[in-house]
Every structure is written in C-alpha cells, then in structure tokens.
C-alpha cells in the first residue's frame, strides 16, 4: 500500500563504508534455523480487516464459485480451455512502472474491477479450469514477470500445483492468501528494478496477515514478531535514523527494489508449511534463478572491453539520464543484487536454484531467522542492511542503496 508519510532521511551509508563480511558457516547456518519459525507469528486475534472491502468481496465470491464447481472428467480436460483461460485479460494487471505504484486494490477502478470479477466468476461458473491453470498468473502478475515465468505455468508440476489448490478449495479448506494477492511480489517490484531480494519461507496463516510479500502484512493488521525484530535491528543499525512504522507494511521496500519472495507462495489456514512440496517451490527457485542470471549478465557487460568502449562513444554524444539508461540496458537491467537469506530455508532455497557466493555480481547475506525462536541465535545484530547498502552504493553509486526507513 502506497505510504503517505512524510519523506525520512534516507538510511543509506556513504561509499566510505563500505564493507563485507565473510557469510558464516554451513554449521552456523544449521545452528540458526528452527522448525516453523512464524508459527509464533499466526497467532493474532482482533486485527482489523483490508481497507478494500469490495475487491477483498469480489475476489471472495470468484474463488467461492470456482471451489463449487464440480471436478473435471477425462472428456472435459481435453476440451479446449475456456474464455475466462485462454483470453484471461479479464483482470487488469499492473503497470510495470513503480514510480507511482500502490497496491493492487487501488490501481484498479473499483467499478471496473468488480465487473471484470463477475465476468470470470460466470465464467468460473462454467468451468472449472477457469480459476486453476496458469489463469491466476495471467492477471494478477506484473507484465515482466509473467513474460519470463510463463513457460514455468505450461509444465506438469505446476498443473499438478493447480489441480491440488482447487482440490483444497473445492474441499472447504481456507488459502492464504486470496487469489489476487499472491503474486503481489511482482507488482510491485518488477524484474528491471530489482536490487534486493528477502527470500521468505511461506505465507502467514493467520486471518488477514498474509498479502504475498515475504515478512509484510498490510495496513491495519498487527505487526508479526519477526518483522517486530527486522524493526528492532534496524533500529540498532540506524538508530535515530530509522523510526519504526506502527504499521507491518513493506510496500515502500518493494517500490524501491526489494523483492519480497517466498519460497511457498500459498499455505492452508492456521497449518504453517502445509503447502511445502506441492509446487511452489519450482516455481519460486524459477524466479529466484532469473534474477542471479540477470545480474551475471550485468556483470558479463560491465567487465567486456568492447562493450566499454561502445558504451563510452555512445554516452559521449547523450545526457546524463540518456547515458544512466544505456548502461543499465547493457548490463541487463541490473548492476548488481543482493539477496537476504534469514535461516537455513532461505539458505537452501537459494543453493537450490544454483546462486551461490561465486554467482557473479550477487552478494549473499546469511543469519538466523528473525522469528523470536531464533532471533538472539545471530539475526540480531548481522548488520545486514548497511552491508546491503554498502555493497549497492559500490555498484549504483551513492544513494543507490535502500531508503529503509521509507514505509
């Protein structure tokens, strides 16, 4: 959600500062992790609710309508795929501009968006296939995004994915979160803007937390204790620098570049990891695999001799703006990225999808996971986000770090 306060001295360090710290070992990193380290973070009771009302209602009565139809035969799987399928634009996505983002709920005209989510609830009406597929990913996910993930939705372990949520849904059983949100990590933070990525582990499964950023909650739900200690380190970080929100918001990261990702992108009501080994998890090391590639082809870029110098020629005969464009274009969209890996999930996934600390302009960032289980085990006090922006300002030069205290 788009943040109205007033601007905050950015808490990013000078170039001076820079530093980075050897990641710790394999040992520490097993000695870090927990078992289900939010399922502390579940439990709250009296939050208040979404601010939209009606998109939370419209999308509601879309998955109610899809959850009643009846399960498709051989015959029907065979047919061709309906309207609300194979021309799934009914939903609007979202600009991949970030300048001017907020959250889903408010890019959309709320008339609009409540008749194009009665036109697929009829279609969903029809068929059962219409809510399942690769539908969801084609509406609600950032145009960029869906671009270099489409061929992950047309494999056969994310048809199984789909084929088991409508199997979860059509039994009655609650997923967070809803439809629309759980691809809102790309949203707002669009491949070309990456800097930073928070690799999470699932969805809060508690009523109302989750919204499809790892670690964030929205507007007017309480704060989960594992962002309460990313806050608390952040205060001892930055100090007076770095006032924490009332809020669990994290949009304003995303905005800036921070990617947050989880590993499992849905999870059953009130059953942390319920939905670990369905199907997320390829598809998350999917995205996690684009971004490293992306950044090793900034880093092939920059370190060629003939692309320096057709860069110099070029930037020669252009403007500042013209010339900071061209260089990003050249080294595929990004200078560098780094990826916060807290606990040994996250560190896992990411050795997984094959990025590690030889990944060429990739830094990686290992600890504890903040959870109040494991917080005081080396999450506290990792210093991670000056590293973070140390190893930026190097690469994007100054104020190319994180504004951290921007919620």
């Not at 582990?201 to 919204?211: I, N, R, S, T, V």
């Not at 996690?288 to 060629?304: F, H, Q, R, V």
Request: aromatic letters at 6%; charged letters at 20%.
């Amino acid at each position: 959600m788009a943040s109205t306060s007033a601007p905050k001295r950015p808490l990013s360090p000078s170039v001076s500062q820079a530093s980075s710290a050897p990641s710790p070992s394999a040992k520490r990193i097993r000695e870090a992790s927990v078992t289900g380290p939010d399922d502390i973070d579940g439990v709250l009771d009296g939050v208040d609710g979404f601010d939209d009302e009606a998109l939370i209602e419209a999308a509601s009565e879309i998955e109610e309508a899809a959850s009643s139809s009846p399960a498709n035969s051989q015959s029907q799987q065979s047919q061709p795929r309906s309207k609300a399928t194979s021309t799934a634009g009914t939903l609007a996505r979202a600009p991949t501009k970030t300048s001017s983002a907020s959250s889903f709920g408010t890019q959309i005209n709320g008339d609009a968006l409540l008749e194009a989510a009665s036109e697929v609830e009829e279609e969903a009406s029809r068929s059962p296939l219409s809510h399942g597929d690769e539908a969801v990913e084609r509406q609600t996910m950032d145009k960029e995004w869906f671009d270099r993930m489409e061929g992950e939705t047309k494999k056969p372990y994310f048809k199984q994915l789909k084929t088991f949520l409508a199997g979860e849904r059509a039994s009655g059983k609650t997923i967070y979160p809803p439809a629309h949100l759980i691809h809102s990590w790309s949203r707002l933070t669009p491949l070309h803007t990456v800097k930073v990525v928070v690799v999470g582990q699932d969805p809060y499964h508690g009523p109302k937390q989750a919204c499809g950023h790892s670690f964030s909650v929205q507007k007017g739900v309480a704060v989960p204790a594992s962002l309460k200690n990313i806050y608390k380190e952040l205060s001892t970080e930055y100090g007076d620098q770095f006032q924490q929100p009332k809020h669990g918001c994290l949009d304003g990261w995303a905005k800036q570049g921070v990617l947050l990702l989880n590993a499992c992108l849905t999870v059953q009501a009130g059953q942390a990891a319920s939905h670990h080994g369905k199907g997320w998890e390829p598809f998350t090391k999917a995205v996690l695999k684009i971004i490293a590639d992306e950044a090793s082809k900034g880093a092939t870029a920059k370190n060629s001799k003939l692309a320096s110098m057709f860069s110099k020629q070029q930037q020669q005969q252009q403007s500042p703006p013209q010339k900071d464009k061209k260089a990003s274009d050249e080294q595929g969209g990004t200078k560098g990225v780094v990826f916060l890996a807290w606990g040994l999930p996250a560190a896992k996934s990411l050795a997984e999808a094959g990025i590690t600390d030889k990944t060429p302009n990739v830094l990686i960032l290992r600890s504890a996971h903040p959870s109040p289980l494991s917080a005081h085990r080396g999450f506290l006090g990792n210093g991670h986000f000056k590293k973070a922006n140390d190893w930026l300002q190097e690469r994007y030069g100054p104020g190319g770090g994180i504004d951290w205290g921007k919620l």
